[in-house]
């Protein structure tokens, strides 16, 4: 199982997600008031159900809304609960930043063939053919080209491994792949002349397989095939998926389903008025009984511990009456951090 402090991580992400998903449904029900097109084609769709009719205009909004779901997910969540299951961060390896790594003139130049004949068919991915090509001795000591800029999604360093992932939609469009896998190979031989001593694994991660109809379950051979641009250019080696990709990334077997699991715990029919009830910590004191039910429901184990340490006290200091967590659902951590000194 994840230790507490990692699904309270995960459950102030979902609770995030929520809130935001929660505020922007009601301003796409009033954003989207003028779409005739739309509305004319949708109205082919309503849907009639024991009385209930959701109408076109709701369509539309549920469409917006929805997509604006899966960029979230895409863009933050994944990687944030992947930070909080791996102990693993982000890294930014560009000139913006100052940090862009080197390589040597022949990586380059190996990176560039291999690139080249994967995509005239003249060579099929191979995980350890490449890194055979990419890794030589003096390639540290030459080190005087500029690798690509690119940014590790998550990063775990390790006393004999540096372990990348690139976090990536389920459906990667037209193109993505040959991209991304030109950007994994020169950053892979970066990273290994920055750590001569340690294995590098830079792989793709993909969050569940769309193709299998267990929620954790995985087919990697089928859900390749099934991209010609991701067969043509990464192997089944070179990608973790659903639940494959959350076990590596934790090293805790049923992670996937553990998350899942803090997600249905949190995103019920009452979350909304759990929410407003446990964001003002006053409510503690005014039902402390559905208070602490909802934290523990919730795996707000942090804030058990502050109710518990400022129940009794007489003087409570003023962060205690600070927003729990704020409009956009945002866990207020200046607010925790003060109120958990001298614990």
Excluded at 11 to 25: D, T
Excluded at 208 to 225: A, H, I, M, S
Excluded at 228 to 239: L, M, N, P, Q, S
Excluded at 315 to 332: E, H, I, M
């Amino acid at each position: 199982m994840l230790e507490r402090l990692v699904c309270e991580k995960i459950a102030i992400e979902v609770i995030r997600v929520l809130v935001g998903s929660f505020n922007k449904l009601n301003v796409e029900k009033r954003a989207n008031r003028n779409a005739p097109f739309h509305e004319a084609f949708l109205r082919g769709f309503e849907v009639h159900s024991g009385g209930v009719i959701l109408e076109s205009t709701e369509l539309i909004s549920l469409g917006s809304w929805l997509q604006g779901l899966n960029t979230t997910l895409g863009q933050s969540f994944f990687e944030s609960v992947a930070h909080a299951v791996s102990g693993g961060d982000k890294r930014d390896f560009t000139g913006k930043k100052g940090t862009r790594l080197k390589i040597s003139p022949r990586q380059k130049s190996v990176v560039h063939t291999i690139m080249d004949e994967l995509t005239n068919g003249n060579r099929k991915p191979d995980v350890q053919t490449e890194n055979r090509l990419l890794f030589q001795a003096d390639d540290v000591d030459n080190a005087s080209v500029e690798a690509v800029d690119f940014v590790v999604d998550n990063c775990v360093e390790t006393t004999t491994q540096v372990i990348c992932v690139e976090l990536k939609t389920v459906q990667p469009s037209s193109g993505l792949m040959k991209q991304e896998k030109r950007k994994i190979l020169e950053g892979k031989a970066a990273i290994k002349n920055r750590y001569p001593n340690k294995e590098v694994i830079f792989v793709f991660g993909f969050p569940f397989d769309p193709l299998n109809d267990v929620p954790t379950g995985f087919d990697k051979e089928r859900f390749r095939k099934r991209n010609a641009d991701v067969a043509k250019f990464i192997t089944a080696e070179e990608f973790w998926i659903a639940e494959e990709l959350w076990h590596n990334l934790s090293g805790v077997p049923g992670t996937m389903q553990e998350i899942l699991n803090i997600i249905d715990a949190i995103a019920t029919p009452d979350f909304m008025n759990n929410y407003k009830f446990i964001r003002e910590h006053k409510n503690y004191y005014a039902d402390t009984s559905q208070y602490r039910d909802v934290l523990n429901k919730w795996f707000l184990f942090s804030e058990i511990e502050i109710s518990d340490k400022y129940g009794d006290v007489a003087t409570k200091p003023d962060a205690l009456w600070q927003d729990v967590f704020t409009n956009a659902g945002r866990y207020n951590l200046d607010r925790h951090i003060e109120l958990m000194k001298n614990r």
